[in-house]
């Protein structure tokens, strides 16, 4: 019997987190700093009925999932920097076919093979953007362990509910973090699974304000096609300008419309706050530390932490609320300025934005952010 409470890795959380949402296949190539998923995927996933698969590299890895997945199977796939770039083009076929997946990019230093076993957030604009064409995306970090298990579980849920692939962003220091994690049974759970849907050949098809169709695992039901083109209800190529509109503009609002039930974020003294760290994945744990120190030290000012779980689609609206109640914004995040940039955006010049980055392998210090709160309460003497 599984012990309730173990002392686990935030990879080895991840894939106790996917068992308990239901996956039952997955196939990858061991990367690091991601192999971990790997290999505790090849040992869990038999135990409880499910097929494990090494493939010979990243890009038959998604494939073979998304395989899975259309034959019914909840599924999974890890990778981390030039793998997640390898599996682009079939996140992109994803997208459009609508084939619910996880992929977890367990994010490590780079361009290319860069530092393999060093952390880093370089791929933040990548999960939105490195598949082309305009596609829906929903992308979530975890900054513990246990998250590494519930939000697991969350990606799940989501790739059922909206028909699509879901990033699990992690990155190397919650990866490799080893914490107790509660392994929370499925059944005190809310777990939505895809439910049997006998599709009468219009597998694309949706009624009047829904976003999402109904999905048949292949072979079951009426035959349907599944295609990377657009496409009509029935799944079949189309160059029909009028139907590749409405698919692509449908494709886009069922995750802009359903906002409110995709964003999580977490807030810590904000109310009162007049500089907030923003923050998100391994980054935090050092934006808590900044936290703490700077309530120490006397004449500081105060200071608050906004850190987005779901951090595609961006959280912009409760951005712009915070720049309207705090007097400065620093983004602290493992690369040049990804996030920042958003921040920026959604902030509209509202309060000044200053930046805490590294790219050079090492991690982000609770110091280096209260350097960087004390330049701000320097310069507003």
Same mark, same amino acid.
């Given at each position: 019997?599984?012990?309730?409470?173990?002392?686990?890795?935030?990879?080895?959380?991840?894939?106790?987190?996917?068992?308990?949402?239901?996956?039952?296949?997955?196939?990858?190539?061991?990367?690091?700093?991601?192999?971990?998923?790997?290999?505790?995927?090849?040992?869990?996933?038999?135990?409880?009925?499910?097929?494990?698969?090494?493939?010979?590299?990243?890009?038959?890895?998604?494939?073979?999932?998304?395989?899975?997945?259309?034959?019914?199977?909840?599924?999974?796939?890890?990778?981390?920097?030039?793998?997640?770039?390898?599996?682009?083009?079939?996140?992109?076929?994803?997208?459009?076919?609508?084939?619910?997946?996880?992929?977890?990019?367990?994010?490590?230093?780079?361009?290319?093979?860069?530092?393999?076993?060093?952390?880093?957030?370089?791929?933040?604009?990548?999960?939105?953007?490195?598949?082309?064409?305009?596609?829906?995306?929903?992308?979530?970090?975890?900054?513990? #362990?246990?998250? @590494? +298990?519930?939000? /697991?579980? $969350? *990606?799940?849920?989501? %790739?059922? =509910?909206?028909?699509?692939?879901?990033?699990?962003?992690?990155?190397?220091?919650?990866?490799?973090?080893?914490?107790?994690?509660?392994?929370?049974?499925?059944?005190?759970?809310?777990?939505?699974?895809?439910?049997?849907?006998?599709?009468?050949?219009?597998?694309?098809?949706?009624?009047?304000?829904?976003?999402?169709?109904?999905?048949?695992?292949?072979?079951?039901?009426?035959?349907?096609?599944?295609?990377?083109?657009?496409?009509?209800?029935?799944?079949?190529?189309?160059?029909?300008?009028?139907?590749?509109?409405?698919?692509?503009?449908?494709?886009?609002?069922?995750?802009?419309?359903?906002?409110?039930?995709?964003?999580?974020?977490?807030?810590?003294?904000?109310?009162?706050?007049?500089? #907030?760290?923003? @923050? +998100?994945?391994? /980054?935090? $744990? *050092?934006?808590?530390? %900044?936290? =703490?120190?700077?309530?120490?030290?006397?004449?500081?000012?105060?200071?608050?932490?906004?850190?987005?779980?779901?951090?595609?689609?961006?959280?912009?609206?409760?951005?712009?609320?915070?720049?309207?109640?705090?007097?400065?914004?620093?983004?602290?995040?493992?690369?040049?300025?990804?996030?920042?940039?958003?921040?920026?955006?959604?902030?509209?010049?509202?309060?000044?934005?200053?930046?805490?980055?590294?790219?050079?392998?090492?991690?982000?210090?609770?110091?280096?952010?209260?350097?960087?709160?004390?330049?701000?309460?320097?310069?507003?003497?």
């Amino acid at each position: 019997m599984t012990k309730r409470f173990q002392l686990l890795q935030g990879n080895e959380a991840c894939v106790e987190g996917a068992l308990a949402a239901g996956m039952k296949f997955y196939a990858g190539y061991p990367i690091t700093p991601s192999t971990e998923i790997a290999e505790r995927s090849a040992i869990r996933l038999p135990q409880v009925g499910g097929k494990f698969i090494q493939m010979e590299d990243e890009i038959a890895g998604i494939a073979a999932a998304l395989g899975a997945s259309v034959a019914g199977l909840k599924s999974m796939t890890a990778t981390s920097g030039p793998g997640f770039s390898l599996k682009q083009e079939n996140i992109g076929y994803a997208s459009i076919a609508e084939i619910p997946i996880v992929i977890v990019d367990v994010q490590r230093s780079g361009p290319s093979t860069g530092l393999p076993t060093s952390p880093s957030q370089g791929d933040y604009m990548q999960a939105k953007w490195g598949t082309h064409g305009d596609h829906p995306v929903i992308a979530i970090a975890p900054s513990s #362990v246990q998250e @590494c +298990y519930n939000e /697991t579980v $969350r *990606a799940f849920n989501l %790739a059922e =509910e909206f028909r699509v692939p879901v990033i699990f962003l992690m990155d190397e220091i919650i990866g490799h973090l080893r914490e107790g994690c509660e392994l929370i049974p499925s059944e005190e759970l809310e777990i939505i699974d895809r439910g049997d849907h006998n599709i009468s050949g219009m597998t694309y098809a949706v009624g009047e304000g829904n976003y999402v169709p109904e999905f048949a695992a292949f072979g079951e039901g009426e035959h349907y096609n599944i295609t990377g083109l657009f496409h009509d209800d029935g799944g079949f190529p189309t160059n029909d300008n009028h139907k590749a509109y409405s698919q692509g503009r449908r494709l886009l609002d069922k995750i802009t419309m359903n906002q409110d039930a995709i964003e999580k974020w977490e807030e810590t003294d904000i109310e009162d706050a007049e500089v #907030v760290i923003v @923050c +998100y994945g391994g /980054t935090a $744990r *050092a934006a808590s530390g %900044a936290l =703490e120190k700077a309530k120490e030290i006397e004449g500081f000012p105060k200071v608050g932490m906004f850190r987005p779980v779901t951090v595609w689609p961006f959280p912009e609206k409760e951005m712009m609320k915070i720049s309207e109640k705090c007097k400065h914004i620093i983004m602290a995040e493992h690369n040049d300025g990804q996030m920042l940039m958003e921040v920026q955006r959604a902030v509209k010049g509202n309060v000044p934005v200053s930046f805490v980055g590294k790219i050079d392998g090492t991690t982000i210090t609770p110091d280096d952010i209260l350097a960087a709160i004390r330049e701000v309460y320097e310069d507003a003497k």
